[in-house]
Structure formats: C-alpha cells, structure tokens
C-alpha cells in the first residue's frame, strides 16, 4: 500500500524567502503525485499534480514541483513566499488504485 | 459547475445521536471519496464509491460508520451512535484524476 510522508510539520518563513517542502512517498509502481493547499478555515484546493512527462511541474501562484523517482520524492518549492502563503500544505499520491493518500501536512506561517 | 456542495456545514450533537452528513459530487465525476480530518490523525480516507458502487471502505473506522451512494448525485456518510472522539471534519470530493473538495462539515459532538 502506498503511503506519504512530509518531513516539515511547521515551517515559519519571512516574506521573500524561499520555499522548499518535502514529500517522500512508499510505493514500487507508477504512482500520481498531487500538492494540496488548505487555506485557514478552508477546503483543500490543488497547487499542482504530476502523472507523467516532465519531472518538473509548475502549478498555481508560482508553486512548482519536482519529481524524483530515484528518490521517491515529490518536493514543493516556490521562489518568494507571500504572506498569502500562510497554509497547510499537502502531499498526496495516488498508485495502483484510485485511492488518494495524504501526508500529516505542512504548516506553513509566512510573517510580513 | 457549482463543486461538491456538502450539508450541513456544522453539526453540534450529543453523544448516542445520529449524524448524517450529505454530499452532492460534481456532474459527471465517476468516484466519489469521504475523508475525515482531524488534528491528531490528519486526512483519513473514510470509503470510496465509483459508479455509486463502494470499493473501499477499509479506511470506516468502525460499525458505527456507514455511508451510502444511492445515485450519482448524493452519498450520504451516517454515524449511529456518535461518539466525542467522532468530532471532525468531514470532506467529500469527487474525481477522476484530481480531487475536488467539498467545504467540509464541522462535526461536534459534546
């Protein structure tokens, strides 16, 4: 079964600076890998998805991400965080079924 | 398209109640998820539906949970009895590919 894990439970950044947040998941087959963001009070919203093609993939408000399959790794980076930012962040993966699987999370506090 | 519309948005209960939270995917869409969240445990997937058929419900915590998708456009999650440690919020989505999320019903039970 496939499962995710996010290193980063709470990560606190200044404005402007860079952004990277981990994801690494447990699966041996072709998988789909999504982030997910939940804004305060919210319902969770998609930054961005890989199923195939590019290892690197841009999504929404100039997130992007990049997949590693020699690390089993799927990586959230954005170059200049907003304090819009503040969020919790979600890695998921998808693998040999249509089952979503989420990671804990990742806090993410951007103070102006 | 107006998303996955869930009801109601908050539920305060008393233990020992029935709760039955409501879901209506968007158009179209053949699978149909229902995820708990929680501080302690995160996203739980609860059940799936494709076609209105459940495929997995590995993720029903236990025999007090039930849910049901009698047609393409409704499934309905039931907890009989409800419990505290039930407090949550539930997400519905729907999707074949991505997920699109419903706003969640805040569940309470005192």
């Known amino acids: 079964a496939q499962s995710v894990s996010q290193h980063n439970h709470h990560v606190i950044l200044s404005e402007a600076a860079s952004l990277e947040l981990g994801c690494n998941y447990s699966?041996?087959?072709?998988?789909?890998l999504f982030w997910y963001v939940q804004y305060p009070g919210q319902h969770l919203q998609l930054l961005l998805k890989?199923?195939?093609?590019?290892?690197l993939v841009k999504g929404i408000k100039g997130f992007e991400a990049e997949f590693i399959k020699s690390k089993f790794s799927f990586n959230l980076r954005k170059p200049s965080v907003q304090w819009s930012d503040t969020a919790e962040y979600f890695c998921?993966?998808?693998?040999?079924?249509?089952?979503?699987?989420f990671g804990s999370g990742t806090r993410l506090l951007v103070r102006p | 398209d107006a998303g996955v519309i869930q009801s109601p948005r908050h539920e305060v209960t008393e233990m020992g109640q029935e709760v039955t939270l409501r879901c209506k995917p968007i158009?179209?869409?053949?699978?149909l998820f229902w995820y708990r969240q929680t501080m302690m445990r995160g996203l739980e997937l609860l059940i799936y539906?494709?076609?209105?058929?459940?495929?997995?419900d590995s993720g029903m915590p236990e025999d007090r949970f039930s849910a049901k998708m009698p047609n393409a456009s409704f499934s309905t999650l039931k907890i009989q009895p409800s419990e505290p440690r039930d407090s949550a919020v539930y997400f519905c989505?729907?999707?074949?590919?991505?997920?699109?999320f419903g706003e969640g019903s805040r569940l309470t039970v005192l």
């Open positions: 989505a729907s999707g074949d590919g991505e997920l699109f």
């Open positions: 699966y041996g087959g072709t998988v789909n």
């Open positions: 890989y199923f195939s093609g590019d290892p």
């Open positions: 998921a993966v998808k693998g040999g079924s249509y089952k979503l699987i």
């Open positions: 158009s179209g869409h053949d699978y």
């Open positions: 539906f494709n076609n209105n058929v459940p495929i997995d």
